[in-house]
């Protein structure tokens, strides 16, 4: 399977919002709605923040929202905080009981 | 709550083989898969693999049949991962991960098991 693709980097300023996008393919993302994303601090481990596309767990704050339309999935991090500044990494199904990860996305908090 | 503890570093020669072990805790250790992730220096994750914690049986990611091996022992709620002939190109953060409540997502995550692969 061939990893979903995600912008490198995005950068915002406090308060401001961003978007992350994670295209992937027709056997993927757009096939089925088992879209995840992560949150990943240096030095820790990855966080789950949303699960089959744009459900959130508890704890997990109203500022990380996502969705999806055709093989592009997105997620929206509103309201941007210091503490936001991270990883990002989006996960699909990927048919025949497999996953496949995005690349993975830097965000910067100016 | 959900806890998964892994094992200690390790330091490996090329070719040798190295074992992770995943201890579960929290909940009942069948009723949820294990799945395997990786993350070498300054990269990405990498999806390994998964395996049925009821039935046993592992699914393993297109780029990491052969040489990786999913393995329980559901007495002690462990699963372990054992990656053989090991390559510098392993040398990377392992991690066990239990899927969330329903679906495909990844909701509880061990520490992270550091290999380092090196003559």
């Known amino acids: 399977q061939s990893a979903l693709t995600q912008p490198r980097s995005v950068s915002g300023s406090p308060g401001q919002s961003i978007t992350i996008s994670c295209t992937g393919s027709?056997?993927?993302?757009?096939?089925?709605?088992?879209v995840s994303w992560y949150q990943e601090h240096p030095g820790k481990a990855p966080r789950l923040l949303i699960h089959a596309v744009n459900k959130r767990p508890s704890g997990v704050s109203d500022r990380f929202s996502a969705s999806k339309s055709g093989n592009t999935a997105s997620l929206t991090i509103s309201g941007l905080q210091a503490d936001d500044e991270a990883d990002y990494y989006c996960?699909?199904?990927?048919?025949?009981?497999?996953?496949?990860f995005g690349g993975g996305t830097k965000l910067t908090v100016l | 709550q959900v806890h998964l503890v892994q094992s200690g570093s390790e330091l490996k020669k090329p070719g040798a083989s190295v074992t992770v072990s995943c201890k579960a805790s929290g909940y009942t250790f069948t009723d949820y898969p294990i799945n395997w992730v990786r993350q070498a220096p300054g990269k990405g994750l990498e999806w390994l693999g998964w395996?049925?914690?009821?039935?046993?049986?592992?699914t393993y990611a297109q780029a990491f049949t052969g040489r990786f091996v999913f393995s329980l022992d559901t007495s002690l709620s462990t699963a372990f991962l054992n990656v053989s002939g090991l390559e510098p190109g392993d040398t990377a953060l392992y991690f066990c991960?239990?899927?969330?409540?329903?679906?495909?997502?990844?909701?509880?995550w061990g520490q992270g098991t550091f290999v380092t692969v090196s003559s």
């Open positions: 996960c699909s199904y990927a048919g025949g009981y497999t996953l496949v």
């Open positions: 395996i049925n914690t009821e039935t046993e049986t592992p």
């Open positions: 991960v239990r899927r969330y409540t329903t679906g495909w997502s990844l909701g509880y």
């Open positions: 027709s056997s993927d993302v757009g096939a089925y709605n088992f």
